[in-house]
């Protein structure tokens, strides 16, 4: 028997599928509360809350409306945007509330739904990701450092944590969606509760009195891209992974607010941002993690001479898989545990 040593390798290496996903999580948190948040700001100045929401997801909703019609249409991922957009609304309408007014308080606090989804994510898997460890900490703490004053409101800020928590965990927990009509759906369910609420028929024709270019670039860069992102995203990497790209929302909103704030010039909390993305990229497994023990495989190419070959019960090709503390053998079309 002859056995090739040379790919006796442990599996590490992160996939270049996840990485991909990764960097698709960080462009949707860098676009949905970075370049969004001095937008919003701005637009404030023209429109109240409700009609700027309203606006802004009416040009979603035409937007993806359009993409379905190439596209096609699918009921039920429609249904179920629809069925997860009261708690959008409620996100939506509490960050554009905050926009230009986010204390460290609730900059902190909601972000911290981080937390329970790790708690979840080790009573699932049994393990406790070393990486989600490193990056939670260093953005919770980079969080407290770079916003100062806290004195806002711990019932808005708990809030926050509340919607952001069972929103990712809701997007975690639904299959077998197309993306594009459970934007739609979301879209427009939340463009019908905020239109609800104004009761102004009126408001859908503001954009002709005010510059509509708020809420149009606010229903690219702030709804259907990240959201289409984000929602992906999840469904690859998973919601703690996810999640945890929000050091590039933080990042891009500071950067992007620079024409309406000064820049935090705290270099701790800019090292533990950056440290917080970069935890992220480490070339491990995502189930490479502190945890009990757990079977650690090396695949191992295995020639059998032709001697062996010449019994009509054995393959002439097969692979070992040395398992710790089992032996399995691969064959092809077959699968053997010892």
């Known amino acids: 028997m002859k056995v090739s040593l040379s790919s006796l390798k442990p599996k590490l290496a992160v996939s270049p599928m996840t990485k991909r996903y990764l960097a698709l999580a960080m462009l949707a948190s860098a676009l949905w509360g970075g370049v969004s948040y001095p937008i919003t700001y701005l637009a404030l100045g023209l429109y109240r809350i409700n009609e700027l929401i309203a606006l802004s997801y009416l040009f979603s909703t035409v937007l993806l409306l359009i993409a379905s019609l190439f596209h096609g249409y699918d009921e039920k991922s429609i249904i179920k945007g629809l069925l997860l957009s009261p708690i959008n609304y409620a996100i939506v309408y509490l960050y554009t509330d905050l926009s230009g007014g986010v204390g460290g308080l609730t900059a902190l606090v909601s972000s911290s739904y981080i937390i ?6 080790y009573i699932n898997n049994r393990s406790i990701n070393v990486r989600y460890l490193v990056s939670a900490i260093t953005l919770l703490g980079a969080l407290y450092l770079l916003f100062q004053g806290y004195g806002d409101s711990i019932y808005v800020a708990l809030l926050l944590m509340v919607m952001n928590f069972v929103y990712t965990i809701a997007l975690a927990g639904i299959n077998d969606i197309d993306i594009i009509n459970f934007v739609l759906g ?56 996810t999640s945890l790209t929000s050091s590039m929302e933080t990042i891009s909103s ?10 935090p010039m705290n270099s701790m909390a800019w090292i533990l941002l950056i440290i917080s993305i ?9 189930n490479n993690a ?40 691969r064959v092809v079309g077959k699968r053997k545990v010892i």
Do not use: C
């Not at 329970?116 to 994510?121: A, G, T, V, Y």
């Not at 500071?254 to 024409?259: H, K, T």
């Open 116 to 121: 329970p989804l790790i708690i979840l994510d």
């Open 186 to 241: 979301q879209s427009l369910g939340t463009l019908i509760i905020s239109y609800l609420i104004i009761r102004n028929p009126l408001v859908l024709t503001l954009g002709l009195d005010n510059p509509p270019y708020y809420p149009l670039i606010l229903a690219l860069v702030g709804n259907v891209i990240p959201y289409m992102l984000y929602a992906e995203s999840i469904r690859r990497i998973g919601p703690v992974e």
């Open 254 to 263: 500071l950067i992007a607010s620079l024409p309406i704030q000064r820049l």
């Open 278 to 286: 970069l935890s992220l990229n480490i070339e491990l497994n995502r």
């Open 290 to 329: 502190w945890r009990k023990p757990q079977l650690i495989s090396y695949y191992l190419p295995m020639q059998v001479n032709e001697e062996i070959t010449s019994s009509p019960n054995i393959v002439s090709k097969s692979y070992v898989t040395f398992i710790n503390p089992h032996l399995m053998t």
